[in-house]
């Protein structure tokens, strides 16, 4: 980044005044070209139609390779006007995109698709030129209109969610970063809990209240104490002159201040709150230890977002096949269905595993007097099997049983072993044996243990070594 601002240092610095002079009442062409350029200042100058200035002499142009005299068409670089309307990141708004233009109107001669500051008061615009860029050349810039109206909603939506944040949640709340994009506003807060669903409706509430109040935003420019004394919120991070500090003031003649929210910003603005429509939270969330972001949308952006929500509920209401207002009991119901099955189906596995205790009491082996099953089992889980081995424990009196299933390409085992028998025989070891065997590993006590494995198709195997297994220790 260096390098870059010292190139920029090296070609001085513009005046960043924006121009206001109209985008609308330039001379005609002339005859021949006239229909050609009647439709390109219908398909993109009258399209941008944002804030606009003409005149503007190019200072600086600026290529990968460093400071040039020329940009040709196709190629992309920054320059650098004496003037510009284009709004060039900062303070969380982000930039305009737009276009230059021959002082006609009727051919662009680059899109701009972003600018910033390389240096404190110097604009360089992003540009991929449409035509030859020469420095000296004199050019007219337009800043696309929707895009910018659109940000300017939000940034003002900034400053009221935040001014309504501190009435609602306390004047601890501090601005700690904010982005105001086109589709979007972020505003990132000092707060140390979670901002709940009713002071969200609140401050909404508030905002939207506000909105409706619809006052002309005022800005003026101080001196910084003076600015503060009046109440003017600064943002923590920044630094600040001593002189010359912008202040956004969204006026209230309810509030006993004369004001709803004054912050110190050189960001653009709505002429009159009402312009931003409509303000909708989207979002909360922590995104660090005390800090909290809120998220939202205004005007034809929260349009959007009805849309899209409307459009979700539909479709919902269509796959349940009821009317929208009927959708949440719909879902209820089925979410009690859902619960129903799923206690019906574990009915039906412990059934069905108990089902299988005869069978499995019949397979009992005899060695050296001590009755073992070891056996494998379909169609139970974990629980199923549990209650099996201690139904089956029960059932033998005094006796070895070693299961094991096959549970989501896994191996799930369980070993019981008798009281009177625990001395000899432990069920721990001879699961960990077990499970060992099949790739994993277990333990328990000495009359109840259980393991997992991963070899499923080594299940069977496995346990027809517990005979073996058990012989070895008595
Ligand atoms: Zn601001």
Redesign the pocket.
């Known amino acids: 980044m260096l390098p870059v601002m010292l190139k920029w240092r090296s070609i001085g610095r513009a005046s960043t005044a924006p121009c206001t002079s109209s985008a609308h009442g330039q001379e005609r062409p002339g005859k021949a070209a006239q229909k050609r350029q009647r439709i390109l200042r219908m398909r993109s100058w009258q399209k941008r139609s944002g804030p606009a200035a003409k005149d503007c002499r190019i200072e600086a142009i600026i290529s990968k390779s460093g400071p040039v005299k020329e940009l040709k068409a196709g190629e992309s670089g920054e320059v650098v006007l004496d003037r510009t309307v284009i709004y060039a990141e900062s ?1 969380g708004q982000v930039a305009d995109t737009g276009a230059f233009y021959d002082n006609s109107g009727a051919q662009e001669l680059a899109a701009v698709t972003g600018a910033f500051y390389p240096v404190a008061g110097l604009i360089a615009h992003r540009v991929v030129a449409t035509e030859t860029l020469r420095v000296g050349d004199r050019v007219a810039v337009v800043a696309d209109a929707e895009r910018r109206a659109r940000i300017i909603r939000n ?1 003002t939506g ?2 009221l969610v935040h001014a309504a944040l501190r009435n609602i949640l306390g004047i601890h709340v501090k601005q700690s970063g904010s982005l105001n994009a086109p589709d979007r506003l972020r505003f990132d807060f000092s707060h140390f809990a979670h901002v709940g669903a009713e002071e969200l409706g609140d401050i909404e509430q508030q905002v939207n209240d506000e909105i409706r109040l619809n006052t002309q935003v005022e800005t003026s420019v101080t001196s910084l104490e003076e600015a503060l004394n009046s109440g003017a919120l600064a943002f923590f991070g920044d630094k600040y002159p001593e002189s010359n500090v912008r202040v ?1 003031t969204i006026p209230d003649p309810r509030s006993p201040r004369g004001f709803y929210s004054k ?1 110190l ?1 050189g ?1 653009t603005h709505v002429e009159r709150v009402g312009d931003i429509g409509v303000l909708k939270i989207v979002g909360e969330e922590s995104v660090a230890a005390g800090v909290r972001r809120i998220e939202a949308v205004t005007g034809i952006g929260a349009l959007e977002h009805y849309q899209r929500r409307a459009q979700t509920l539909r479709q919902l209401a269509s796959q349940l096949n009821v009317g929208e207002d009927a959708v949440l009991a719909q879902v209820e119901k089925l979410s009690e269905t859902v619960k129903q099955l799923e206690k019906d189906l574990e009915a039906q596995k412990r059934k069905g595993a108990l089902g299988q205790l005869d069978e499995l009491a019949a397979r009992v082996q005899l060695i050296k007097g001590i009755k073992v099953i070891a056996e494998e089992v379909q169609n139970v889980d974990r629980d199923g099997l549990r209650q099996l081995v201690d139904s089956l424990r029960q059932k033998l009196g005094s006796g070895v049983v070693a299961l094991g299933t096959p549970e989501n390409g896994k191996v799930a085992l369980i070993a019981g072993v008798t009281k009177d028998l625990t001395v000899k025989i432990h069920a721990g070891k001879l699961i960990g044996a077990l499970a060992e065997k099949l790739g994993g590993k277990g333990g328990g006590r000495p009359d109840l243990a259980e393991a997992g494995g991963k070899d499923t198709a080594g299940l069977k195997r496995a346990l027809q070594t517990v005979p073996s297994l058990i012989e070895t220790w008595l």
Do not use: K
């Open positions: 303070g940034h900034t400053h956004v912050e910003c960001g």
